[in-house]
């Protein structure tokens, strides 16, 4: 919503510079401030957990190409014997597995302990019987029973557009002449 407020703003500003509107920029810029002020404000005030959950899904739809969607890629026959380094996660069936290291950041500041519990309580933690990690095997590249925050996928992303990878075949146009 901010950045359609940043894209209002700066068709007023070409508007303006065009005399279009009979404004001045100052004058746009204080009208701006108050829709913010009063869009802000209009908003419910957001728990902890609430903040994570966001900040994780922001997470999670920036760095999609990072992601392993794992079935794919084992079924593609193209092996790693290694999990590559800039890997953000690993999506595993209706799994999203994280490490720690990756889920602090994709929480970006928030207490990791906190959100956690509310992951857990909202229902979209998968874990096992008095932990919050869940043991995954993954074959393909030889890691047994390693210990994953694994979230559940549908239950994360619901509400939210997660983009899927667009292969278009190229098609040159030409023209008749």
């Given at each position: 919503a901010l950045r359609r407020f940043a894209l209002v703003m700066t068709v007023g500003i070409l508007a303006i510079e065009h005399k279009i509107l009979p404004f001045t920029e100052d004058v746009l810029c204080?009208?701006?401030?108050?829709?913010?002020?009063?869009?802000?404000?209009?908003?419910?005030?957001?728990?902890?957990?609430?903040?994570?959950?966001?900040?994780?899904?922001?997470?999670v739809l920036k760095n999609t190409a990072q992601i392993l969607d794992y079935d794919s890629w084992e079924n593609s026959g193209f092996l790693l014997s290694v999990i590559p380094h800039s890997m953000k996660a690993i999506q595993k069936r209706d799994l999203l597995l994280f490490t720690q290291?990756?889920?602090?950041?994709?929480?970006?500041?928030?207490?990791?302990?906190?959100?956690?519990?509310?992951?857990?309580?909202?229902?979209?933690?998968?874990?096992?019987?008095?932990?919050?990690?869940?043991?995954?095997d993954i074959q393909a590249l030889n890691v047994k029973r390693v210990a994953f925050y694994a979230l559940k996928v549908h239950d994360l992303m619901s509400g939210c557009d997660m983009p899927e990878p667009e292969f278009e075949e190229y098609i040159p146009e030409f023209d008749d002449e």
């Open positions: 204080y009208a701006m401030e108050t829709v913010i002020s009063a869009w802000l404000s209009a908003l419910p005030p957001l728990c902890e957990g609430e903040r994570a959950l966001a900040a994780i899904r922001h997470y290291e990756q889920l602090q950041e994709a929480c970006n500041g928030m207490p990791l302990r906190e959100t956690l519990h509310y992951l857990r309580d909202q229902g979209m933690l998968k874990r096992e019987k008095d932990k919050m990690t869940y043991r995954v």
